[in-house]
């Protein structure tokens, strides 16, 4: 099939970017979308134009390095999906998609469509973790958890650190993301002892970042690849309430 | 040069804690005037990098990742060994000890096996403190399950995420340390050269990977944490940029390369579907549990699989190995399906794949028992292939999956350049010829949180550091000679795309250096690849510069490299007359096709030196002595 890709390219963090228009053909069903995005880079390069610049890395939706607009949506029209998992055979012959970097303002561009996700790293730091130091810590299996409690905090922990939640919000929140870390050690015994630190400083450290309040329109929640739930923005609430007082 | 694996004295089980009391300590006070420089923030790597900036040391820690939560060992799906005994099925750290050395074919140093089996069970309990969500059972404990080679439950797992989640813990610890400063941590940073002051590792070069800038960096001590080399076949389950490039700029200052040839090809990968395919996706191993791997008694037999009856299929690992059924270790698993596809029971529009099928355990335990299980692989494989792995059988073949070899380093995790440490995948200490399922993971925290810590204190406090700048001439040459190798590239501006020749380089390797090995067809492969090696130099095209972001020349800098090993790969294939783990030499086999091995001649890590590139490196052997474990032919039956 014809594929038309109206992709935007902007050269580094200070000029201004444009889109520019390739049609890309003989794309079968059975490439990932990155795949053809390789086929036309490909054949950018042998007529001696710049490739289009993405981020990505494991491919198979874990490690939370892609992330593309694709007309409108971020990670491409599928629920539950990654770009990167996401397959040509989504799309139909003399398709056109629009391609564009995650937009927020936490999240300056690069290159065409890769973006400075530091700003997620910078709230964890500010207490994404539980103080514990390598060594003397008890047997595993010392705390016996309740299997729903692990549960819903391995629902939380499967964030991937994509930002899609944060692009696909209209304020650019990242309740969604902080939510999810929060609580997963919110639910767990070992994430007792901080847990009013922890939530405070990682709120704080949000609004420092320039990442919006939550609008509760849910687009995160529809938005993420690991359909991690708002009932984590929810709890981030309670949390950050109940830490106040 | 003389290799001295410094294993210490005593027997097997006394060895570490002997070693712990015997070296040389920094006191307290004193760590902070150190400085180290970790190259790489996956397992190994950031484990290390948190730990030693607990203990009090400066780290500055390098990734050419955007983030310290982003590396490969993030895709690890099934688990990580450790010998709790909590399913009570008779393990133990002997066991696992014993189980490793057998599965890694004798090729391994018994003493490190030992010591990575003793930590084990901390690294479990250093997870779960930091709020590692492992699976738990009702009772609120943690659950268990099986892996190939193994008889006993012992892996510990977070759903088809287990590395997901300990790379996520891992990433807590750091950012921790990196919100006290303690480490420095440099994103988007690609490093390019070990710099070497007096013999010793002292520094980096590395490239600002957004804004091309090149510089340096110095430290009293230099690890690296840099992950497998797997992608020299282009086409494997790692991550599109793994690379060997850290590794090889060290082989190339004088760290030896050991038992290049030892690549792990794993058996449960979604089968090549065309020649655009980028990578190869792994179906966890996890899934022989309780998936049935099968091809149709018929050679060429195309009836859709559900329509034929059981009794005209043929469960060849059940068949073969009644004992370890479809649990066989890896390399077994992977070369009966290549001797089945090649005797033309291969299903599928190529041909080259075989069935693992959920039909009886879903019978049995009922759809929601396995989607609780394997949900997210079974949603993986639909979104790749567009077919139902719950209503028909998925199909699967072998693809290049991990790297045994490494570079050589001794039992304190020191390569032959003093100074230059290497630990998780980058080494080749603990997995000999073949590793079992979910001991990668052990192996990288076993050397970031547990090891390293220990033994770097021993190398920092033997002294004679002095202090070296990066305004050093050493240090302005090392940053000269990489900006002028990246300028060489880029000025070629031929015709074929780096992918272009990677693809090459992909096809050669597996052709003639894959799953199966022979003296002609290695013999070709070193004909063929110093071929592409000088295609490269004379016609790679890559567009921009070196002052901006630019992927190409990221990617053309690692396909020199990947050229330069592939051919010591070849090569050390070629000495190694024998068959052992994932090592297959079609001239060594039993009657009964399995691995010969020939312990007489070859009961020894190959450690090659950098000879000045020209096609003769100089082979040096660690004989492996076995005082604990005889060495028997293995047996899976
Ligand atoms: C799909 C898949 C599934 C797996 N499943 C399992 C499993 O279930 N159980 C198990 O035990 N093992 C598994 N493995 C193996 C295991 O994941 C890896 O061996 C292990 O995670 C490697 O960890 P590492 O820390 O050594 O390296 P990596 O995680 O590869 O990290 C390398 C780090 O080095 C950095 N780096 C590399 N080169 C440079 C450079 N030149 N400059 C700067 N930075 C650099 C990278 O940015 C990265 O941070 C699996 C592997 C794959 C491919
Ligand atoms: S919450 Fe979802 S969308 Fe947001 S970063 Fe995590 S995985 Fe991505
Ligand atoms: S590239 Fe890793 S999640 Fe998409």
Known sequence: MRIIVQAWRQYDRNSEGNFESYPVDNVSE??????????????????????????????????????????????????????????????????????????????????????????????????????????GVPDANVIPILKDDADSAFDAAACIGCGACVAACKNSSAMLFVGAKVSQYALLPQGQVERKSR?????????????????????CEVECPKEISVENIARLNREFVKASF | MILNSKIPEGPVSQKWNNHKFSMKLVNPANKRKYDIIVVGSGLAGGSAAATLAELGYNVKAFSYHESPRRAHSIAAQGGINAAKNYPNDGDSIYRLFYDTVKGGDYRAREAN????????????????????????????LLDNRSFGGAQVSRTFYARGQTGQQLLLGVYSALVRQMNTGKVQFFPRHDMLDIVKVDGKARGVVTRNLETGEITSHSAHAVILATGGYGNVFFLSTNAMASNVTASWRAHKQGACFANPCFTQIHPTCIPVSSDHQSKLTLMSESLRNDGRVWVPKKAGDDRNPNNIPDEERDYYLERLYPSFGNLVPRDVASRRAKEMCDKGHGV?????????????????????????????LFDMYRQITGENPYETPMKIYPAVHYTMGGLWVDYNLMSTVPGLHVLGEANFSDHGANRLGASALMQGLADGYFIIPY?????????????????????????????ESLEKMLAIKGSKTVDDIHKELGKVMWEYVGMARNKEGLEKALELIPKLKDDFWKNVLIPGGINEYNPELEKASRLADFLELGELMARDALHREESCGGHFREEFQTEENEAKRNDEDFTYAAAWEYNGGDGNPLLHKEELKFDEVSLTTRSYK
């Open chain 1, 30 to 135: 059975d490439m990932s979308f990155f795949e053809m995005l390789d086929m036309l880079n490909n054949q950018l390069l042998k007529d001696g134009k710049d490739p289009i610049s993405f981020d990505h890395d494991c491919r198979e939706g874990i490690c939370g390095t892609c992330g593309i607009m694709i007309n409108g949506r971020a990670h491409g029209p599928l629920k539950g999906v990654t770009t990167c998992q996401l397959h040509m055979r989504s799309f139909k012959d003399g398709d056109t998609l629009v391609i564009e970097p995650w937009r927020a303002r936490a999240f300056p561009v690069i290159r065409d469509l890769v973006v400075d996700r530091s700003g997620f790293d910078r709230v964890m730091e500010a207490g994404g973790y539980v103080s514990v130091s390598t060594g």
């Open chain 1, 199 to 219: 939530v405070k400083n990682m709120v704080g450290q949000m609004d420092v970042e320039g990442f919006g309040n939550c609008t509760n329109t849910s687009a």
């Open chain 2, 113 to 140: 096996v030992y010591r990575l089996a003793e930590v084990s069970n901390n690294i479990i309990d250093q997870c779960v403190a930091q709020g590692v969500p492992f699976a738990r059972e009702y009772g609120g």
């Open chain 2, 348 to 376: 599928g529009p190529t041909k080259l794949a075989v069935y693992l099928d959920f039909a009886d355990v879903i019978h049995r335990n009922g759809k929601d028992w396995v989607s609780e299980k394997y949900g997210n």
């Open chain 2, 455 to 483: 033994t770097i204190g021993d190398y920092l406090a033997q002294g004679g550091l002095k202090e070296v700048r990066t305004s050093d001439d050493t240090f302005q040459h090392a940053e000269r000679l990489v900006k």
